[in-house]
């Protein structure tokens, strides 16, 4: 099974860096995902690791290492509009070519000025 | 990039009446759609995969009989909740694969949700 575990809640300043965690145990490994959610809305997609290491996307960063289970995601110059929830997600083979997603409980984050 | 709608966006529905909620790809196939359900504060809780052409695959735990799930094309799944009650509300999400993708990336694209209320 899956199993995935990320901090419920976190407060940073705007203009600061902040750093969320994630941990996982999965039965097979096929990579991590990461995705914002606003409240009230879909999940957005951010970024997919499958190697160790880090992986910059602009603001956004997410970083992987598989002989510890763990991964985090680090966003730069926060804004206001980066207060969202933060949602760590493992694929699992599903069969037919396909996967599904293993969804942590998600880590809400609050930026304030 | 790849679309996913959603209707409707929000119902508002009596106890013991049923629900039907609408997922499409917009520009893409999809042999194989998601059903999730999302609490208030909790994460996406996976409640079926649905496959064109044959029996959607339940969770455990999620009622086949209340939750119909029907995937009639490449485009389009619908979730009906038979019999809602109030326990039922809640954010219902679905995604879509692709059939174009060929890595684990390329995984799912998600709709924008549909807010279900039961009074």
């Known amino acids: 099974g899956q199993n995935i575990d990320q901090p419920t809640e976190m407060t940073a300043t705007e203009g600061a860096i902040v750093q969320i965690n994630c941990t996982y145990q999965t039965s097979g490994f096929n990579g991590l995902f990461w995705y914002q959610q606003h409240a009230g809305e879909a999940p957005t997609f951010l970024s997919y690791n499958v190697l160790d290491g880090l992986e910059e996307k602009g603001r956004f960063s997410s970083f992987l290492s598989r002989s510890k289970g763990y991964s985090y995601l680090l966003l730069k110059e926060l804004q206001m509009k980066d207060s969202a929830s933060y949602l760590c997600?493992?694929?699992?083979?599903?069969?037919?070519?396909?996967?599904?997603?293993?969804f942590g409980k998600g880590t809400k984050l609050s930026v304030i000025p | 990039g790849a679309v996913v709608s959603q209707h409707p966006s929000r119902v508002i529905c009596k106890s013991g009446t049923s629900v039907k909620i609408e997922c499409r790809s917009l520009d893409f196939q999809a042999t194989t759609m998601f059903w999730y359900r999302q609490f208030p504060k909790q994460s996406l809780m996976l409640m079926a995969t649905s496959n064109e052409g044959s029996k959607a695959t339940y969770e455990q735990g999620v009622e086949k009989d209340k939750f119909l799930i029907n995937h009639a094309s490449l485009t389009l799944s619908t979730l009906t909740v038979t019999s809602a009650h109030p326990e039922d509300s809640s954010f219902y999400i679905c995604s879509a694969r692709d059939d174009r993708g060929r890595g684990v990336e390329e995984t799912q694209y998600f709709g924008p949700g549909t807010r279900l209320l039961v009074l």
């Open positions: 997600a493992a694929p699992s083979y599903s069969g037919a070519g396909s996967y599904q997603l293993t």
